[in-house]
């Protein structure tokens, strides 16, 4: 059965790991897209030395950060505060999308292997970032992945995923689209994390996607400590 309710988080691990695609033109090239302006604001907020993306494709949020670093160093807390650069990787589930982000990133580090298993030792990275990544988990594997994530990172995470506090229209996207939205407010709470900002994107942000409209959100949180 192919109705998207019933696309199971394992079924959507497969499906990406075999996907076969031109991972430059449908997601390297879009590093200018809007939404990552929004990443890259929210990065320069505070004082960090690395970042590891979760579900990172090619590259694209990296590349952005990387290209405002260099046009706008005076603006980075990290590099105003002593650090000669920043570290910067990522995990996927497709080797091709891996394979391209080490052609883009020589001195990165870059994995392939699911989100919920991460080959990272704990408190590796400063900053775990997710973006439409968690939205293929569905209820059952969520908090496996949640706390994935928080044990990579020493002091941040950044989640630019589908939220909202409505069941209802939670549970109305996951029947339409198979896409899952999640209460991060209270996902994060309960899994020990602080200081929870959430950023609404625009539309101006997210162009197009009426059926989302409002969803989008960048999570900005601190990792307990432990």
Avoid at 131 to 147: Q, S
Avoid at 202 to 216: N, S, V
Wanted: proline fraction near 4%; include cysteine; aromatic fraction near 12%.
């Amino acid at each position: 059965m192919n109705i998207p309710f019933f696309r199971s988080t394992t079924h959507q691990a497969t499906y990406w790991r075999n996907r076969k695609i031109d991972w430059k033109t449908h997601y390297l090239d879009t590093w200018t897209h809007p939404h990552r302006r929004r990443i890259i604001q929210i990065l320069k907020t505070f004082f960090w030395g690395s970042l590891m993306e979760v579900g990172c494709g090619p590259g694209p949020n990296l590349i952005a950060i990387l290209d405002d670093i260099k046009k706008h160093s005076e603006e980075w807390p990290s590099l105003r505060e002593g650090l000669k650069g920043v570290q910067l990787g990522g995990f996927d589930v497709n080797a091709d999308a891996i394979i391209l982000a080490k052609k883009a990133f020589t001195d990165g580090l870059f994995k392939v292997c699911p989100a919920d298993d991460l080959m990272l030792s704990d408190k590796a990275t400063d900053v775990a970032l997710t973006d439409m990544c968690l939205i293929y988990v569905g209820p059952f594997k969520i908090d496996k992945h949640i706390l994935e994530l928080r044990r990579i990172s020493r002091n941040h995470v950044i989640f630019c995923e589908f939220h909202s506090r409505s069941l209802l229209r939670r549970l109305w996207i996951k029947l339409t689209t198979g896409y899952n939205v999640y209460n991060y407010f209270s996902l994060l709470s309960k899994h020990g994390f602080y200081d929870i900002l959430s950023y609404k994107l625009t539309p101006e942000d997210w162009p197009g996607c009426e059926k989302q409209k409002g969803l989008r959100h960048i999570f900005l949180a601190r990792v307990p400590k432990r």
